[in-house]
């Protein structure tokens, strides 16, 4: 049973910049496509960016043009970089596997396409 620990988070200052990473405990990044998600306080969960075992990457409107997603399957680690920070960015970020294995079209970043999903890590923006 593949488990995914993400790591990274923290407080930050307006405007800065963190990178959260995401690693899982075997090899699935090349046969699944993974996702970033957050929660806010009180808020619901959205839905960040998610990328294809073949490296296909899709954002939702949450990135921005200031997150970017990025992994290395040799180190079984998904990244999330993150910039120009603001107080709307505080959230408890998670990553998630996809619930069926990457079949080369792009991935979707809905929740119910996500079976696995990590703990979670808390980023603080002020």
């Known amino acids: 049973h593949v488990q995914l620990v993400e790591s990274g988070g923290g407080s930050v200052e307006i405007g800065g910049s963190l990178k959260l990473s995401c690693t899982a405990s075997v090899a699935i990044f090349d046969a699944y496509s993974m996702g970033w998600f957050r929660q806010g306080p009180g808020e619901q969960r959205e839905g960040i960016g998610c990328?294809?075992?073949?490296?296909?990457?899709t954002y939702t409107g949450v990135a921005n043009g200031r997150f970017t997603i990025s992994k290395d399957s040799a180190k079984n680690t998904l990244y999330l970089e993150m910039s120009n920070l603001k107080p709307e960015d505080s959230a408890m970020y998670y990553c998630?596997?996809?619930?069926?294995?990457?079949?080369?079209?792009?991935?979707?970043?809905?929740?119910?396409?996500?079976?696995?999903w990590g703990q979670g890590t808390q980023v603080t923006v002020s």
């Open positions: 998630a596997r996809y619930r069926e294995r990457s079949d080369g079209y792009r991935c979707y970043t809905a929740e119910a396409y996500f079976s696995v």
């Open positions: 990328i294809t075992g073949d490296g296909l990457i």
